[in-house]
């Protein structure tokens, strides 16, 4: 750092205990206290909302803002009541003059700015961390970041690895939600400020007041990662599944970090996935969670160790749903398949290829009666998928045609269940069945063949199993007589889809979405991003799902070699309905009635 050191004048001229106002010849405000023979100096403006400091009270060493009532140590900049610290500059006495260096250390200043927006949202101050991480970004060092993340490059790569260090129980959905909202501020969907404030908020309120998580998830073993590289077995992966599967959660995360030190994202990958296929993990999360934390490590490599760890603690304390007794198809369909003479390539690198991600769709025929049977219900869908597989299928062109029917699935929710007062079933767990099947895609196009049809299968017998929320199909209606053929519907206006979801106008959002042709529809996902993110819902939670079904149907359709209008109707039957997002009534009878009989609620399976 070069020294800037400028002359704010003599010693005489700053009363004893008295804030007093400074400035340079570029109008740069500095708040000067005198001490003894020391003058200490601060930016003048308050950093809680730019008030002027000068104007403040000092007692005993603390200043104390006029408007807000926020106090800081003027000999360090600390706040002791308010928010975030306020820099403090140095400065000397030569001469019986006082003078002041301008010039910033940025090194300290980073770790400065850090450890404030981190006590922000460890606070649960998304306000706060956005100053800080705004100031952050004042410094210029995003420049040449690589993202389109802007200014706040750096905010939101703290974001990734607080929140990665602080989850309680390995990656959640705010840090799922953090995936998505940074890919929409890349694609310019919403605005990077904006997207920061929710995703700090999600993040913030999961793990609020919490500290780093456990001290016993250290490195594996000790020495430089060169070193280690040779000690590595070819097995070593493995190790971490093996580590989950007997919920030994300090040595799981340890050995990941070791992992992507090692062999980076593609060794964590690597690692998970053999597990993740094994089973449903809590409702489709584990699958869901390691693709976004995937996404996020890719984005933000400096995180990557911390963001996979959490991923990996997810998985450990996950519960894997197919082992339960509903599940007794989509286990004897999984023992299927791993009879099945699939092709296994001779390195992981190969497997994409032979995963078969662009390998010829079913024909519409075949993908419709494919559809049909994993609409009917679990056993229908796992026993449809093993015999396509069985006839050389590719199982991400079964995955394709899984996630289409989740998002019919998704469109038929019966609202009526979020009225009951004796089950616990909402709407998000429809949502599931989508991200759940457009997760298993995205980890299948990188994983080995079996891993692939393992996926389609637990894909397919999700969305089967789900068929219990389907609204009951409308009464036909009778036969109309003749009449001349209706006029054609003018299409409608810019912003119409998005005045109608704001409006939670549902009818009128979907006939204007049945106008859309394709590339209508793909801009209509990027219209309504906005309102998914900021306006559909209040709860992190509810947000974090309007957010990340919004972007599974969306990669979904995009994907999607014939696609049609189903992704973007699931969408709006699912964000445009206002829903309660606190059931108080619902979870006072859950609760009594569990006291009285014993016995669970009513759900989906």
């Not at 730019?50 to 009532?69: D, E, F, M």
């Not at 290829?353 to 079913?362: I, M, Y």
């Not at 419709?368 to 449809?384: H, M, S, Y």
């Not at 810019?494 to 529809?521: H, K, M, N, P, T």
């Amino acid at each position: 750092m070069k020294a800037d050191w400028i002359d704010l004048g003599p010693l005489s001229e700053f009363p004893a205990e008295e804030p007093v106002l400074r400035k340079d010849d570029a109008g740069r405000r500095f708040a000067c206290v005198r001490r003894g023979d020391e003058v200490h100096a601060l930016d003048d403006r308050c950093p809680h909302q730019g008030y002027p400091l000068s104007q403040g009270a000092l007692r005993g060493g603390v200043l104390t803002c006029a408007w807000h009532n926020w106090k800081f140590d003027v000999a360090t900049g600390a706040c002791s009541f308010g928010g975030e610290a306020v820099r403090r500059h140095a400065t000397r006495i030569d001469g019986g003059r006082v003078l002041l260096n301008r010039a910033v250390d940025t090194a300290a200043e980073v770790r400065r700015l850090v450890a404030g927006l981190r006590e922000a949202v460890a606070r649960d101050e998304p306000d706060r961390a956005l100053r800080e991480g705004l100031r952050l970004g004042a410094l210029g060092l995003h420049r040449g970041a690589g993202t389109g993340l802007g200014s706040l490059h750096l905010a939101f790569e703290v974001l990734a690895r607080d929140g990665a260090e602080r989850a309680e129980h390995g990656f959640d959905h705010g840090l799922a939600l953090l995936a998505d909202l940074c890919a929409w501020v890349e694609r310019g969907w919403v605005p990077a400020e904006e997207a920061f404030v929710v995703a700090a908020h999600a993040i913030g309120e999961a793990s609020a007041r919490l500290g780093p998580r456990g001290k016993g998830a250290g490195r594996a073993r000790g020495g430089s990662p060169l070193a280690r590289i040779a000690e590595f077995e070819s097995d070593e992966p493995a190790k971490v599944s093996e580590a989950l599967a007997a919920e030994r959660r300090d040595e799981a995360e340890a050995r990941m970090r070791e992992l992507v030190e090692v062999r980076g994202t593609a060794g964590a990958r690597r690692a998970l996935l053999p597990f993740v296929a094994q089973h449903l993990h809590d409702y489709g999360h584990g699958a869901i969670f390691l693709s976004k934390a995937l996404e996020l490590a890719e984005r933000f490599s400096s995180a990557a160790d911390e963001v996979l760890a959490a991923s990996t603690v997810q998985l450990a304390w996950a519960t894997a749903d197919t082992s339960l007794p509903p599940f007794a198809a989509t286990r004897a369909a999984l023992a299927r398949v791993a009879e099945l003479p699939l092709p296994a390539p001779p390195t992981p690198d190969a497997a994409a290829a032979a995963a078969g991600p662009a390998a010829a769709p079913l024909d519409p025929a075949e993908r419709a009666a494919f559809e049909a049977d994993v609409l009917a219900g679990e056993r229908e869908a796992v026993e449809a998928t093993v015999r396509w597989l069985g006839r050389g299928a590719a199982p991400l062109a079964l995955l394709g045609a899984i996630g289409h029917a989740a998002a019919v699935r998704l469109a038929r929710f019966d609202a009526a269940w979020e009225q009951r007062l004796d089950a616990e079933v909402g709407v998000l767990d429809v949502t599931h069945a989508v991200t759940f099947a457009e997760a298993a895609a995205a980890l299948g196009r990188g994983g080995l063949p079996r891993e692939a049809a393992q996926l389609a299968v637990l894909a397919a017998g999700f969305v089967g199993k789900l068929r219990s929320a389907d609204a009951a199909p409308p009464a036909a209606a009778p036969p109309a007589p003749a009449a001349a053929p209706p006029a054609p519907t003018p299409p409608a206006p810019s912003g119409a889809l998005v005045d109608a979801a704001a409006a939670r106008d549902l009818g009128g959002a979907l006939a204007i979405a049945r106008q859309l042709d394709a590339a209508g529809r793909r801009r209509a996902f990027a219209e309504l991003a906005p309102f998914a993110a900021f306006d559909a819902a209040v709860r992190p939670i509810f947000t974090a799902h309007a957010v990340k079904t919004l972007e599974a149907l969306q990669r979904l359709e995009a994907s999607d070699p014939r696609p049609d209008g189903a992704y973007l109707e699931a969408l709006l039957s699912y964000v445009v309905p206002v829903r309660r997002e606190l059931h108080v009534r619902r979870i006072a009878a859950v609760a009594k009635k569990f006291m009285a009989d014993g016995r669970p609620p009513e759900g989906l399976y």
